[in-house]
């Protein structure tokens, strides 16, 4: 069973007109507007430093995170960070692969339960969608943790204690505002490829659409939803079938790098060298591929291995009865022809966003 909540009549593709509009260009302030959040959106994040706190009282204490998929690239990145800030207190990660399944993602929680968990983290799963296994763990004195799950400071379901995310809404944003920018408000079509189960993609989704509409009111927008478990073999064929009903597509948008994997391929054995790729993510292959000017021309990078230091934050808090924060600060940063020949993709991602995050987190524990 894939994950959903009421979505299930959106897991097949679904598609609009796409129709291009090409008296409706967007407005020369409209377009002004674009190109300053571009050009803001591709310098290095600041981030405040937290609280400090004492967080010995969480030596010997075990986190279980509970993997949308663990074969997608950026949620390896994000365990692996994890696991190394806590490593630093004494405390211990255990993963589960939840491979876009509910059942695997409540076994994985009930497996947490046996194993006296002290805190579970859900990585991009919809809390909702195993509430019962998990209103059985928050019942047991078991703290849960939302990863990527909507924008920071949305309600959180009475049994979920704290929330590590960043701006989805703002990646939807930049990543519309980008082709306002790049093609000066003229019309184009656009394919959206969304996958919305995953649970933080309603709001990115939502912020596109309406920054695009603004942006470029002649733009058509066709959307192609795909399940996660099947990205691998319906994207390419749903992005082909979409290009080629669609000429007037320029851009194609899958709304996580993950996604790109499957998309950009499929560009390329379409034929058409006139559509480019914008996507979500900045992991390094979509990122080497930004820099070698293959298909892709933007990408909203979200920092995971921050995240992850973020999350070990979080449960660090929880551990020491400390108050959760409501917003972690973990910003995003936009890889495009302005900055990614900067960036050396042969260094940790971390690197890339020119945030010494690690070091801020370790004052704020007091460990030198």
């Given at each position: 069973m894939v994950v959903g909540i009421a979505l299930t009549a959106l897991l097949a593709a679904c598609n609009s007109s796409g129709d291009v509009d090409t008296s409706q260009q967007g407005s020369d302030t409209a377009v002004n507007e674009a190109e300053d959040a571009v050009a803001k959106a591709a310098e290095p994040p600041v981030f405040e430093a937290p609280p400090s706190f004492d967080p010995s009282a969480a030596k010997g204490k075990k986190l279980w995170i509970i993997d949308l998929a663990s074969s997608i690239p950026m949620i390896q990145t994000g365990d692996s960070a994890t696991a190394d800030a806590l490593g630093l207190v004494g405390a211990t990660v255990e993963t589960h692969d939840g491979k876009g399944s509910v059942s695997e993602f409540a076994l994985g929680v009930n497996q947490a339960i046996a194993d006296k968990a002290d805190a579970i983290a859900l990585y991009a799963v919809d809390p909702r969608a195993v509430e019962g296994p998990?209103?059985?763990?928050?019942?047991?004195?078991?703290?849960?943790?939302?990863?990527?799950?909507?924008?920071?400071?949305?309600?959180?379901?009475?049994?979920?204690?704290?929330?590590?995310?960043?701006?989805?809404?703002?990646?939807?944003?930049?990543?519309?505002?980008?082709?306002?920018?790049?093609?000066?408000?003229?019309?184009?079509?656009?394919?959206?490829?969304?996958?919305?189960?995953?649970?933080?993609?309603?709001?990115?989704?939502?912020?596109?659409?309406?920054?695009?509409?603004?942006?470029?009111?002649?733009?058509?927008?066709?959307?192609?939803?795909?399940?996660?478990?099947?990205?691998?073999?319906?994207?390419?064929?749903?992005?082909?079938?979409?290009?080629?009903?669609?000429?007037?597509?320029?851009?194609?948008?899958?709304?996580?790098?993950?996604?790109?994997?499957?998309?950009?391929?499929?560009?390329?054995?379409?034929?058409?060298?006139?559509?480019?790729?914008?996507?979500?993510?900045?992991?390094?292959?979509?990122?080497?591929?930004?820099?070698?000017?293959?298909?892709?021309?933007?990408?909203?990078?979200?920092p995971q291995a921050w995240q992850g230091w973020a999350l070990a934050d979080q449960f660090l808090r929880l551990m020491s009865d400390e108050a959760p924060l409501e917003d972690q600060g973990v910003d995003l940063r936009l890889f495009d022809e302005s900055n990614v020949g900067d960036i050396d993709l042969s260094a940790p991602e971390s690197e890339w966003y020119q945030v010494d995050f690690e070091s801020v987190y370790k004052s704020a524990w007091g460990i030198n």
């Open positions: 998990l209103r059985k763990a928050h019942d047991a004195g078991i703290k849960i943790i939302a990863i990527q799950f909507d924008d920071p400071g949305a309600a959180l379901p009475d049994y979920v204690d704290a929330q590590v995310t960043y701006c989805y809404s703002c990646a939807g944003e930049t990543m519309a505002n980008y082709i306002v920018s790049a093609e000066g408000g003229k019309s184009v079509g656009v394919e959206l490829v969304t996958s919305t189960e995953v649970s933080n993609s309603a709001p990115l989704i939502k912020a596109f659409e309406a920054t695009l509409k603004k942006g470029c009111p002649g733009c058509g927008l066709v959307k192609d939803d795909v399940p996660v478990a099947s990205w691998q073999t319906d994207i390419p064929t749903q992005v082909n079938s979409t290009l080629n009903s669609h000429p007037d597509i320029k851009y194609v948008v899958p709304i996580y790098d993950g996604m790109a994997l499957f998309a950009a391929p499929a560009i390329q054995t379409s034929g058409r060298d006139d559509v480019k790729l914008v996507t979500f993510n900045a992991t390094e292959s979509v990122m080497q591929a930004l820099q070698d000017k293959k298909i892709v021309a933007a990408d909203v990078g979200s």
